[in-house]
């Protein structure tokens, strides 16, 4: 169990523990995926996407910590603020931009409903095949591509 020293202040996280979390996600992510628990793979190689975003926004702002301002679950609204919407847009990039809108509309279901209360059984194992190589394939995925800007 971790001491309560060893937790951040309210709303503060340190840029580099976000990568640290992305990587250990991204890693659980395959593990999950492997035993067959498609949906927490699924969920957990989003939320890695979503770290490094934050980690993207905390070296654009200059921040050593994110603040509570961006404790959102929106991958549209992470990328735009940090500073890499424009990058990703271009047409060197057009197969990692296109991951990343696959990625962006699966964590956001339906309107603002999310895939944490999607039915598990709705990820089949293609899906999250599909969903894990938009995040990790090692030239196009998304989580690959923002690890070499942040």
Known sequence: MMAAQNLPKKGLIHESVLRKIADAR?????????????????????YAVECLLKAAICRVLGWEQLR???????????????GLQRR????????????FKRISEVWIVVGTQSIRYTDPASITERGAREFLDQVMDPTTGVATWLRTRI
């Open 88 to 99: 990703i847009e271009e047409p060197d990039n057009e197969t990692v931009f296109r991951n």
């Open 68 to 82: 509570s301002t961006f404790a959102v679950h929106d991958l549209e609204g992470l990328l735009l603020h940090s």
């Open 26 to 46: 991204l890693r659980e992510a395959m593990h999950l995926r492997s035993g067959g628990y498609y949906s927490g793979a699924v969920y957990l190689a989003g």
